[in-house]
T-cell receptor
Framework: SQQGEEDPQALSIQEGENATMNCSYK?????LQWYRQNSGRGLVHLIL?????REKHSGRLRVTLDTSKKSSSLLITASRAADTASYFC???????????FGTGTLLAVQP | GAVVSQHPSRVICKSGTSVKIECRSL??????MFWYRQFPKQSLMLMAT?????????EQGVEKDKFLINHASLTLSTLTVTSAHPEDSSFYIC????????????FGQGTRLTVV
């Protein structure tokens, strides 16, 4: 099952620019997480934001969460070519502990 | 962070044969592991939740007789694709958490299955 939808589906920017990805979800959540995936590889956890938090920072990453709109955004500042990857939001919650992933954004950072 | 090891990373098999994929949590105990399937350029689709010592919980539309999951210990879950067909070719990824739903999930490196 898939809960979240992300936009844009693909994003191409120049090195040094900021990249913003958005995620919308459908049901109540306990937390929302962002992951990164390089082509053909496993996922790397970036950041977790709880449902009672509105904003969180980690290095060049900034995540916001608006539970009233059921949406989240991931901002990568001063992007680098090495940031090129797919980015997924994932929502967690409920007794089952399941993590359900969004559709993903493919980010390409041009050097 | 915690490490989840998935093996093999790539496997090619003939139609009709079965393939086993292992997922191990190397430095923590995982009472629950998750198995995902990913098609090219698509997101991860949850297949099933693997519970140590009990039967797996499958998502709607996933054939439990086709995708056998065994979680024999707190550090090992296996996914067996039985009687594989070319349409089973995909990228399979496992993950495990150190705690409840509010904790980070750690992912294996994934297994690229090709059925010829």
């Amino acid at each position: 099952s898939q809960q979240g939808e992300e936009d844009p589906q693909a994003l191409s920017i120049q090195e040094g620019e900021n990249a913003t990805m958005n995620c919308s979800y459908k049901t109540s959540i306990n937390n929302l997480q962002w992951y990164r995936q390089n082509s053909g590889r496993g996922l790397v956890h970036l950041i977790l934001i709880r449902s009672n938090e509105r904003e969180k920072h980690s290095g060049r990453l900034r995540v916001t969460l608006d539970t009233s709109k059921k949406s989240s955004s991931l901002l990568i500042t001063a992007s680098r070519a090495a940031d090129t990857a797919s980015y997924f939001c994932a929502t967690g919650g409920g007794a089952t502990n399941k993590l359900i992933f969004g559709t993903g954004t493919l980010l390409a950072v041009q050097p | 962070g915690a490490v989840v090891s998935q093996h093999p990373s790539r496997v090619i098999c003939k139609s009709g044969t079965s393939v086993k994929i292992e997922c191990r949590s190397l430095d923590f105990q995982a009472t629950t592991m998750f198995w995902y399937r990913q098609f090219p350029k698509q997101s991860l689709m949850l297949m099933a939740t693997s519970n140590e010592g009990s039967k797996a919980t499958y998502e709607q539309g996933v054939e439990k007789d086709k995708f056998l999951i065994n979680h024999a210990s707190l550090t090992l879950s296996t996914l067996t694709v039985t009687s594989a067909h070319p349409e089973d070719s995909s990228f399979y990824i496992c993950s495990a958490r150190t705690g409840g739903s509010g904790t980070e999930a750690f992912f294996g490196q994934g297994t690229r299955l090709t059925v010829v």
